[in-house]
Every structure is written in C-alpha cells, then in structure tokens.
C-alpha cells in the first residue's frame, strides 16, 4: 500500500519559517513525481509546488515563489517544504501528493488530477 505522512506543520509567526516533511512508503516506481497543496478553509485546494524525484525540474505557485522551496531525498523516498517569510495568508492544511507526471510543464505539474496518492495533510497557522 502506497502511504503518504506529512510532518512539520504548526504556528508560526509571519516572517518566520517552517520545514514540511512527507515520507512515502510503498511507492510505486512509476510516481516520478511529488507535490504539495494546500486548503484553506472554505477554499478549494492550491497547488503549491512540485519536483521531479530526478530533483532536475521544479514548478512553484506564483504566491509563494522566492520564499518556498521544495526539495527531496530519494534514498529516504522523502520530499520536503522549506517555507521562509510566511506570511498569515499561508494559512492552511498542507498536503503531499505523489502521481506519474512526464510533462514538465507548470500547467501539467500543478494539476491536482494528475496526483494518484495523497496525504492527509499536516496544519500551517501563520499568526499576524
């Protein structure tokens, strides 16, 4: 079975930084690629980035651009969020999702109907 837990999330002031973890298991070759998204209350889910497992090809939402970065770790089948200068509209329940996605293109990599397996999510409360 495929299983994907988030990890790190947690209140932080603005201006401050956060570190999101997911550690997959049971997944399958084939998912060459890992995202992260994020829901906020009475809104729909946003994508919020996603890498290649290669680490070569990156994609970031413009809203967090320069201030996140997404990172992972093959040999651990981990991937990471680093979060700087978070800001209290980065509020929300942050998920990671795996899925096979060989297009490198933004529009492609950010879909979320492209992700097979998805996390359960972790909280990110960024108080003002």
């Known amino acids: 079975q495929v299983q994907l837990e988030e990890s790190g999330g947690g209140l932080v002031q603005a201006e401050g930084s956060l570190r999101l973890s997911c550690a997959a298991s049971?997944?399958?070759?084939?998912?060459?690629?890992m995202g992260w998204f994020r829901q906020a209350p009475g809104k729909e889910r946003e994508f919020v980035a996603a890498?290649?497992?290669?680490?070569?090809?990156?994609y970031y939402a413009d809203s967090v651009k320069a201030r996140f970065t997404i990172s992972r770790d093959n040999a651990k089948s981990t991937v990471y969020l680093q979060m700087n200068s978070l800001k209290p509209e980065d509020t929300a329940v942050y998920l990671c999702?795996?899925?096979?996605?060989?297009?490198?293109?933004?529009?492609?990599?950010?879909?979320?109907?492209?992700?097979?397996?998805w996390g359960q999510g972790t909280q990110v409360t960024v108080s003002s």
């Open positions: 049971g997944r399958p070759v084939s998912t060459n690629t």
């Open positions: 999702a795996t899925g096979t996605i060989f297009s490198t293109s933004a529009q492609v990599m950010g879909n979320p109907r492209m992700y097979n397996y």
């Open positions: 890498i290649k497992w290669t680490g070569i090809n990156t």
